[in-house]
């Protein structure tokens, strides 16, 4: 069946010298693969050079019911960004989080507030034009909820957050999956934060790396089979 329907690119690998397989998550299916040809043609739509980590694009594809690989016939970017790919802080926190979409959402179904939710993700990446060394942190918490394991604020104050149960607590936990105090406060802040603020929240390289390391223990935790995220030692020195 042909179909038109927008499409985030997630991960994608050669396949050919022509050719290769995108991963995107996309507005009307969901989670799909699809084999792109003509990569190389000056006279085609899919050039090698789009397949930027969280490209927003329009797609025309052959969209197979019980197939697992689909097939491309047309694509245009839906959004171009203007500073995602010039700047390395945000190339960065682009590929981190296309990295997690791709680690954590394994299923076809539609979703289509996720796919509104990460658009629109994407899009205050781009525009920001202060707090990025936070969006990565930001987005890790607000992706929680639409991963199904977001925890609730809450109006407690130098409390732990306990990863086993999701919630805060007011006594320390007698395990070692704790966030303490100073990370708990931190996590609250952000679920209450639009991206838009992110400029007002003061963190240092360290307390950033302690946040990430506890969020990525805390995904692990509730969504077994999770790889090492490879771009974390970039992201790691980026905004240490």
């Not at 739509?45 to 980590?53: C, D, E, I, L, S």
């Not at 918490?141 to 104050?157: E, K, L, N, S, W």
């Not at 086993?164 to 209450?192: E, I, K, S």
């Amino acid at each position: 069946m042909l179909t038109r329907t927008k499409a985030i690119l997630l991960h994608h690998v050669r396949y050919s010298d022509n050719s290769l397989i995108a991963h995107f998550y996309t507005q009307e299916y969901g989670r799909l693969s699809v084999m792109v040809k003509g990569i190389s043609s000056k006279r085609g739509t899919a050039r090698f050079n789009y397949f930027q980590p969280l490209n927003i694009f329009n797609t025309e594809l052959y969209y197979y019911e019980n197939r697992e690989l689909h097939n491309l016939k047309e694509m245009m970017l839906a959004y171009i960004p203007k500073r995602i790919h010039g700047d390395i802080h945000r190339t960065t926190v682009a590929l981190f989080i296309s990295e997690l979409l791709h680690n954590v959402i394994r299923e076809e179904d539609v979703n289509k507030m996720l796919f509104d939710f990460i658009e629109s993700s994407v899009i205050s990446l781009d525009e920001a034009t202060s707090g990025i060394s936070n969006f990565h942190l930001w987005f890790l918490v607000a992706f929680t909820d639409y991963a199904g394991i977001g925890p609730t604020r809450t109006d407690m104050t130098g409390c732990y957050f306990d990863m086993l149960t999701g919630q805060f607590t007011p006594l320390q936990p007698m395990h070692p999956d704790y966030l303490d105090p100073a990370g708990a406060r931190v996590l609250n802040l952000l679920l209450q934060m639009p991206a838009e603020d992110l400029a007002s929240l003061r963190l240092s390289g360290e307390e950033r790396t302690e946040l990430l390391a506890g969020m990525l223990k805390y995904y692990r935790l509730h969504l077994p089979g999770i790889r090492e995220m490879r771009s974390l030692q970039v992201l790691r020195d980026i905004f240490r």
